[in-house]
């Protein structure tokens, strides 16, 4: 279990995700009855010129149609006979550039259904060497490398009350750190679990999380 604050290097990494990934026990939806899209995001490990192990973030183009200038972990919808590790693979290398082999995946978390009825399988891969991200401008703005450590923020996960709903039944949020702003769910859920699961070593779930409502659009 690493302490909040301490920098988590590439060096040895790789192996201890593994195994933690191995004793995981993944949650899936499991069912299309009624029909659901499927979707699947990437969390794209790789190390800085520093060494240290970092995540692929970005910010979605600000002419899209949906979702225009929302920050968000890489991926997008299955193709036809496409599974969620192909799926992001290909959005990957589509959105900014980077292209990672099959033998990359270190794991997955558990399918996340989202407000707007798409199960989202997030997918955990590797790559052992620095990466150099080049954002597709029709569909992301901006893209980073991140920190993992930044995960381990001592106020984090932070709670806040939906500000959207009304305030005698708003619901709260679970929000984690991402560049020095708060992010919200579904995303932020993916990050939390990664946190706990790859990074911790802890099991925990992310079903009851509940996300904004605008995200239901």
Same mark, same amino acid.
């Given at each position: 279990?690493? /302490? ?6 590439? +060096?040895?990494?790789?192996?201890v ?10 949650l899936? /939806? ?6 659901i ?16 192990c ?9 002419n899209?149609?949906? /979702? ?14 496409e599974t969620?590790?192909? %799926?992001?693979?290909?959005? #990957? ?7 990672? /082999? %099959? ?6 978390l558990d ?5 707007a009825?798409?199960?989202i399988?997030? #997918? #955990?891969?590797? =790559?052992?060497s620095?990466v150099v991200?080049?954002?597709?401008? +029709? ?10 450590? &930044? ?11 939906? =500000?959207? %709903?009304?305030?005698? =039944?708003?619901?709260?949020i ?6 020095? &702003? ?15 699961v ?5 099991i925990?779930r #992310? ?6 409502q605008?995200?239901?659009?």
């Amino acid at each position: 279990m690493t /302490s909040p604050g301490e920098r988590l290097h590439i +060096d040895g990494l790789r192996r201890v995700m593994r195994a933690r990934f191995e004793q995981f026990p993944r949650l899936s /939806s499991a069912t299309d009855s009624p029909p659901i899209r499927r979707a699947a995001v990437g969390i794209v490990l790789a190390p800085n010129e520093d060494g240290e192990c970092c995540y692929v973030f970005t910010q979605r183009a600000l002419n899209l149609r949906r /979702s225009a200038g929302q920050y968000a972990l890489p991926g997008g919808m299955l193709d036809a006979g496409e599974t969620a590790v192909d %799926a992001v693979r290909r959005e #990957v290398a589509e959105e900014v550039g980077v292209q990672l /082999s %099959a033998g990359t995946l270190l794991g997955e978390l558990d399918e996340l259904i989202t407000l707007a009825g798409i199960a989202i399988t997030p #997918v #955990v891969l590797w =790559s052992p060497s620095p990466v150099v991200l080049k954002p597709a401008p +029709d569909e992301v703005h901006a893209a980073w490398l991140v920190p993992i450590a &930044e995960l381990d923020h001592p106020e984090a996960p932070k709670m806040i009350r939906d =500000s959207h %709903a009304p305030p005698e =039944s708003a619901p709260m949020i679970l929000r984690m750190p991402v560049r020095g &702003e708060w992010i919200n769910p579904p995303t932020a859920a993916v990050l939390y679990q990664f946190r706990e699961v790859a990074m911790r070593g802890n099991i925990v779930r #992310v079903d009851t999380i509940t996300q904004p409502q605008w995200t239901r659009h």
